[in-house]
């Protein structure tokens, strides 16, 4: 489980054995909510900043997915939803 950003109110702890019996993890992160999402997003359009990707087909998805595994990636793998059909 990830918890993203903070509560706006306190709430329970996790029940940390629960956790180590089911071999499950806890993280977290401070990205912000969506105005501040939009706000990047935002910026990043303004001053043309893009994500470096490599764009497959849905029939690529398994060559894709063999490539992550040995380490062949450059970039990270999107995948062209138009090619679903």
């Known amino acids: 489980m990830t918890l993203v950003s ?3 109110t ?3 702890p996790a029940n940390i054995f629960n956790l180590i019996m089911k071999r499950r993890s806890l993280a977290g992160s ?3 909510g969506i105005p501040e999402t939009q706000e990047r997003l935002d910026f990043c359009a303004k001053h043309g900043i893009v994500a470096d990707i490599e764009l497959i087909r849905a029939d690529e ?3 894709a997915y063999e490539r992550m595994l040995k ?3 450059k970039y990270r793998f999107v995948m ?3 090619t679903l059909a």
Do not use: K
Request: hydrophobic residues 35%.
């Open 30 to 32: 401070l990205i912000g």
């Open 71 to 73: 380490g062949d990636t």
């Open 61 to 63: 998805i398994n060559e």
């Open 10 to 12: 306190p709430h329970p």
């Open 6 to 8: 903070a509560p706006a």
């Open 80 to 82: 062209d939803t138009a």
